[in-house]
């Protein structure tokens, strides 16, 4: 439909908009941005993208400047965060190289970014079964409630749909519980917590073991397990003020990473 309507726009001298503002735009398609250029007007700066290369989990790196979009030289990285605090950020940070780099050679050099608020140091735990998980879980999530953070401030987030009543028993036996968020990670893109818990990151799950073992050769491994890491960055950095992370023995490698990418980390069994 999109590649129908671009070439449908491009034929016609007058575009309807004047300027286009694209957020999340690391996940456009070729057709959208197809789309997109031929709506917008041929003047310089028509189009305006936000996005972030380190949340990029829905698209396929390809070139925006073989569809006649070329953003080099024009591009700048924003180095404040307001949504996520230091020790957050720091440590999902970790999960990423510190420049990021496009098809087109487009850089997102990640240093130097700071939040502009302090909290709590994230925890990272590996537990021997999931009873065990649940009861850190809800203890977790029992502790924000009493500090004064509401259920839907509240975010839980798993790699898988069928994961989901394993992180919604962990929550059960809360009153509130109905109001707190429980999803996939896919679904986690724009949203915002004041306390999330990531859990299920098993050995196996993340990266998830069909997906590796649907690869085609090295390179989309390489893809696959770079695309993992960016969807467990995205979960993390939903969280403002607390995160906790979770998995069952053994637990997935970037759990490691994790750990080590905080200043004072937590892992606990």
Not at 141 to 148: C, F, I, R, S, T
Request: hydrophobic share 40%.
């Amino acid at each position: 439909m999109f590649t129908q309507l671009a070439a449908r726009l491009t034929e016609k001298d007058s575009k309807p908009f004047d300027h286009i503002l694209l957020d999340e735009a690391q996940d456009l398609g070729p057709a959208e941005l197809r789309f997109f250029a031929a709506i917008s007007s041929t003047e310089e700066n028509a189009l305006f993208f936000a996005g972030d290369l380190g949340q990029r989990i829905f698209q396929h790196p390809y070139s925006w400047k073989s569809l006649g979009v070329d953003v080099r030289g024009r591009s700048f990285t924003l180095k404040v965060c307001y949504r996520t605090s230091q020790q957050i950020r720091r440590s999902a940070d970790s999960l990423l190289p510190v420049l990021l780099r496009d098809v087109d050679g487009l850089e997102d050099e990640r240093a130097g970014t700071i939040s502009v608020f302090e909290g709590p140091q994230p925890i990272v735990r590996v537990l021997p079964d999931t009873q065990a998980e649940t009861e850190a879980v809800s203890g977790f999530v029992k502790e924000a409630l009493e500090d004064g953070i509401k259920p839907s401030e509240i975010g839980i987030f798993v790699r898988l749909p069928e994961l989901v009543p394993r992180a919604s028993a962990a929550i059960a036996s809360l009153t509130d519980g109905a109001l707190i968020t429980v999803a996939n990670m896919h679904l986690a893109k724009g949203l915002e917590f004041r306390a999330v818990v990531v859990m299920a990151c098993d050995e196996g799950v993340l990266p998830w073991d069909s997906r590796v073992a649907d690869a085609a050769d090295e390179a989309e491994l390489d893809d696959i397990y770079e695309t993992e890491r960016r969807l467990l960055y995205v979960a993390c950095t939903r969280a403002r003020e607390r995160l906790l992370i979770t998995g069952t023995a053994p637990a997935s490698e970037y759990l490691a990473d994790l750990s080590q990418g905080s200043m004072c980390p937590t892992f606990a069994s």
